[in-house]
């Protein structure tokens, strides 16, 4: 049995979980999820039946991580402490990557699903405040620098490079140069070409059948 166990589907957030198996070399094996079935498997360690979910079989314990900025951070921690935060990279690491994962992923989903809140008071309640504010910000913590924590990549690049790539790709956040050459960069790196192809195969295996 490979260290760990990804359950996925090629067409989902999956792939960020992919790209950061491979950035952090670790031995794993893929379970594929079909949304119609999911597998029990699936279900029993995880009660929201999403993916990613990873399981890490470790010292006799199955450990069970979701929610892909934590898989990336996990990942790091276990597998490759050279990717992780170094003591003066820290808040600019979990500041990048929780507001990924939080005011970008809602400012993402609610433009997505048409949802807008135009009243600067309830604006104020809303954790990513509004789309074009959240994505000011976002591209304001990305100008002065390559990665996330400066000129040294690190596995807050897998999530927060995800958000862009993703968002670039499905036009979902605008097409600033900041954004662009961030994600030229991340799109350059072996690991990210070596897990795309994989999800790229699969997915074509599903579309022929
Ligand atoms: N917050 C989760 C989101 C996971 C998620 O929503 N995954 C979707 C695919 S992209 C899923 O599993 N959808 C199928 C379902 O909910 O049944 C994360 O960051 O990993």
């Known amino acids: 049995m490979a260290d760990y166990t990804l359950f996925t589907n090629p067409m989902s957030r999956g792939q960020i979980a992919r790209w950061a198996l491979?950035?952090?070399?670790?031995?794993?094996?893929?379970?594929?999820?079909?949304?119609?079935d999911?597998?029990?498997?699936?279900?029993?360690v995880n009660p929201m039946?999403?993916?990613?979910?990873?399981?890490?079989h470790h010292l006799g314990h199955d450990h069970v991580i979701t929610e892909c900025a934590a898989i990336c951070h996990y990942l790091?921690?276990?597998?490759?402490?050279?990717?992780?935060?170094?003591?003066?990279?820290?808040?600019?690491?979990?500041?990048?990557?929780f507001f990924a994962a939080g005011?970008?992923?809602?400012?993402?989903?609610?433009?997505?699903?048409?949802w807008s809140v135009d009243d600067p008071q309830k604006q104020g309640?809303?954790?990513f405040g509004s789309y074009e504010k959240a994505m000011d910000a976002f591209e304001t913590l990305l100008s002065d620098r390559d990665y996330v924590c400066g000129e040294r990549f690190t596995m807050a690049d897998v999530y927060v490079g995800s958000q862009v790539d993703w968002g670039l790709s499905f036009g979902s956040i605008p097409k600033r140069q900041v954004f662009e050459d961030y994600a030229g960069r991340l799109r350059e790196r072996p690991a990210y070409m070596t897990a795309?192809?994989?999800?790229?195969?699969?997915?074509?295996?599903?579309?022929?059948?």
């Open 125 to 127: 309640m809303l954790g």
């Open 49 to 56: 039946g999403k993916v990613p979910t990873l399981v890490h």
């Open 22 to 36: 491979h950035e952090a070399a670790a031995d794993y094996d893929t379970e594929l999820v079909d949304w119609q």
């Open 38 to 44: 999911k597998p029990q498997a699936l279900l029993d």
């Open 76 to 97: 790091g921690a276990m597998q490759a402490p050279e990717l992780g935060p170094k003591a003066e990279e820290m808040a600019d690491y979990f500041r990048l990557l």
């Open 196 to 209: 795309k192809a994989i999800d790229m195969k699969l997915i074509e295996e599903v579309q022929n059948g």
């Open 103 to 114: 005011p970008i992923e809602q400012a993402v989903v609610s433009r997505s699903m048409g």
